[in-house]
């Protein structure tokens, strides 16, 4: 029995990469933060990882699978989520941190070529391809004092203007009729 499989070995190996949800990935020193991961493939499919491991710890980062988070149903489609753990001390600057991702790659032999007493068969196979991609982590340092009341200003400056202005002009008014009650006071 002579078997050709080439059409459904990836020659050349496919590549991987991440997409990270926020994107681009910018972390605080000192800073956790839960981030989503989605392993995209170069040839358009679509791969169910089944396990993501820091190949190598070069930094103080630490890179953490969340499995608290993962909707199990949606694995392989929806991003799958990871806690990502800067130190106070973490310098300044990119990193770049290859993860191990362990896929589970599942097809169906193709039928045609085996027949066990002229009927075709169909053998479910289920492999696992282990493979490397960069996930790439920017650190910054802590806003200053400055840049946080900016910050804060931006985002809630209108909301405290306009309760400043109510409360002005409420007491405003009773200022006014407190004055206007005294001078009728006076008057009789």
Known sequence: MLLYLTPWIDIPPAQYSFTTSPSPLVITQGEQQDIGVQLKSNNGIFAKAVSFIPSQNYSALKVLFNPDKLNASSFGIAPAPLRIQVPGNAQIGQYVIPILVNISTGSIFPS?????????VSIPTQGYITTKANLTISVVEPPSVNQRVKDFWSTYGSLVSLVGA??????????????KNRKKEKQT
């Open 112 to 120: 045609k070529f085996i027949q066990l007493a002229k009927a075709n």
């Open 166 to 179: 109510g409360f002005a002009g409420g007491a405003s008014t009773v200022v006014f009729e407190y004055l």
